[in-house]
């Protein structure tokens, strides 16, 4: 069998093409209209957070709860979607270990009992970046990046920015989250 | 110096392997994901499959997905080598360094 460097291009280009393909696929597989729900809940929660004062607890309160039952929801359907087109070994393991942080998120919050709001949003943001962590070393290593990331930004803005935080969860948080969820579709992540 | 295969050199098969490489050791595709994806009928892709799961390249797994058999496909480490293999070869003989000769 001989080829000609020409026809040996364009080989090339159709691998490449499959691959780009499989990776926007796999990145679209891999979380990333998850993480872009939970961006997006995330800018409108916490800019509604950072206002509180002013627009009352029932402005705030409800908008949450409404995003969280339909983003939990939309997950949910996605998720159960693409465990059709791809089969991970981890996938079971991966949605338990979602229920097992969840159980001990609120076991931990008994005992330590946070009363600052801030305290309590950043834990809860830690918990899902720890489970982020872990996707990442199951599943995508570039989760485990963007978990890194979100959780320095969040720590940096605690102690730099006390007045301004959930502004700074929203807009950092949020934002980079919808970012790199855009970076996965994009299948560079 | 790397040589070209047969087997995965077939465009569809190349494709295929391309696409099944892409994805993490351990995980694997739907067989409508990659029939979409690589434009084929369903007995097209079956034949090629076929093909390289004889040769050893790929593994076939049939699952039952909301109480329908599905079937996911996986590149084995032999199919890996082989695809890497081939990629090797393509990029020398694109440097002009390999003359287009290949295995038979």
Redesign the interface.
Known sequence: MEISPSEAEKTMASIREAEDQMRKTLGASGGAYQIIIWGVIMVIGYTLNQFADKLGVVLVAVPWIVMSVVGNILCAVISFRMGRKFHHPMAARIGFLWAVFVLFGLIGAIFIHPTDPREINLLIYLLVMLWLAVMGLWVRLPLLWISLAVTGLLVFGYFVLPDYFFLWLAIVGGGTMIGSGLLLLSGRG | MPE?D?II?Q?VR???M??????KS?????F??LRD??GVTDGNLGAHLHRLEEAGYIAI?K?F??RKP?S?ISATEAGRKVFRNQ?AA??Q??R?ST??????
């Open positions: 070209l047969e050199h465009p190349l494709r295929l391309a696409a099944l490489v892409a994805i351990g995980e694997s595709a739907e409508t994901l994806m690589l797994e699952k997905v909301d599905r996911f990629v393509l990029e003989i694109i002009g003359g287009g000769k290949g295995r038979k």
